[in-house]
């Protein structure tokens, strides 16, 4: 079971250290990323928690393990 455990709402974070701009993240998440024409990527810091599976599988796919989702524990 999904537990909320951060007040405010799970976040979700990209360490650009790590990130490379494959956009993976899009393709599973259209709703919280985009890899805009520049070649930047934004992204929705504070999730809703229906945005939960889609944040977790762009993390789980992300290549470079460069999302991070803060607030939500699995029980
Ligand atoms: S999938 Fe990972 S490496 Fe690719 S753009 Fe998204 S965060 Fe960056």
Redesign the pocket.
């Given at each position: 079971m999904r537990k909320l455990t951060l007040r405010g709402g799970p976040r979700i974070a990209?360490?650009d250290d790590?990130?490379?701009?494959?956009?993976?993240?899009?393709w599973?998440a259209p709703d919280i990323?985009e890899?805009d024409r520049d070649g930047r990527?934004k992204?929705r810091r504070q999730l809703e928690p229906d945005d939960y599976d889609q944040a977790a599988a762009?993390a789980r796919?992300?290549?470079?393990?460069?999302?991070v989702i803060r607030g939500f524990s699995e029980e």
């Open positions: 990209v360490d790590r990130c490379e701009l494959y956009g993976i993240c899009q599973e990323f890899l990527l992204y762009a796919c992300c290549p470079m393990q460069a999302i």
